[in-house]
């Protein structure tokens, strides 16, 4: 069992460092080039869905990654905002689906998360901010 | 980024990671150059693309409508495995046309 916990500003310029150090943290275990693209995209998927939806781009607020990786190789990742949350979260969740067409969404980005995981579990109601849950079984990438 | 006007054909060549921060300083310049030359095919190169999300498909879903708007054809050109990948989710390809220069260079050889 490992694990780390990583709370950062909800700004649009530390997507990148979630996302890269969300990858390095797996490191050690050795991933293909291909697992490993595929959790990142997962974690800026999730981490955008914070920043643009949770906190509707305002820049403020906080936002909480949490990854663990059990004994058997199963990796749970966490993403967690205080933002205004999601009234319908399976209308949010369907593929291209977006509440800001405006912004040139493209509302594939749970689409995408569920296609790299193995299972996505959102927890979300309107004004009680969002908590992503994301499982995959790294032991076929090691 | 780079923009290349040659015989009536627009190549943009991006480069890295095509994040939301990318895109976003990006998108302003893309759409100004696009309806400044009108090209009748605009290209976009993926070569050099190592990383893109949600964010790009929007992107691109947004330059296709914006140059079918005055009849131009968006083409994608040299999409690396993984932003295939990634594209292909959303079913991009069943409307936008992807060429590959080392497909090419291989039916010429």
Do not use: W
Not at chain 1, 84 to 103: F, H, I, N, R
Request: aromatic share 8%; charged share 25%; net charge negative.
């Amino acid at each position: 069992m490992n694990s780390m916990t990583l709370t950062f500003d909800a700004k649009i310029e530390n997507e990148v460092f979630a996302r890269t150090s969300g990858v390095a943290f797996l490191m050690p275990l050795n991933l293909s080039t291909e697992a490993m693209m595929e959790i990142k995209t997962v974690l800026a998927e999730a981490i955008v869905n914070a920043i643009l939806h949770g906190y509707q781009n305002r820049q403020e607020g906080k936002i909480t990654l949490s990854m663990s990786i059990s004994d058997e190789k199963e990796l749970t990742l966490i993403v967690e905002d205080d933002g205004v949350g999601m009234e319908d979260v399976l209308l949010a969740m369907t593929p291209m689906y977006t509440s800001c067409k405006e912004q040139e969404r493209s509302g594939m980005g749970f689409t995408i998360m569920e296609t790299f995981l193995d299972s996505l579990e959102v927890q979300s109601a309107a004004g009680e901010g969002c908590r992503i849950i994301g499982k995959k079984q790294l032991k076929q990438y090691g | 980024m780079r923009s290349i006007v040659s015989r009536n054909v627009h190549t943009f060549e991006f480069s890295g990671e095509l994040d939301n921060l990318r895109i976003t300083n990006l998108k302003n310049v893309v759409i100004q150059l696009i309806d400044q030359y009108k090209c009748p095919v605009v290209q976009f190169d993926f070569k050099d693309v190592t990383f893109i999300d949600s964010t790009g498909i929007g992107f691109v879903l947004a330059r296709y409508n914006q140059i079918q708007a005055y009849q131009g054809e968006l083409v994608l050109k040299n999409v690396t495995p993984f932003v295939r990948k990634i594209l292909a989710i959303s079913g991009i390809f069943q409307i936008i046309k992807v060429e590959n220069d080392e497909i090419r260079k291989g039916v010429l050889r």
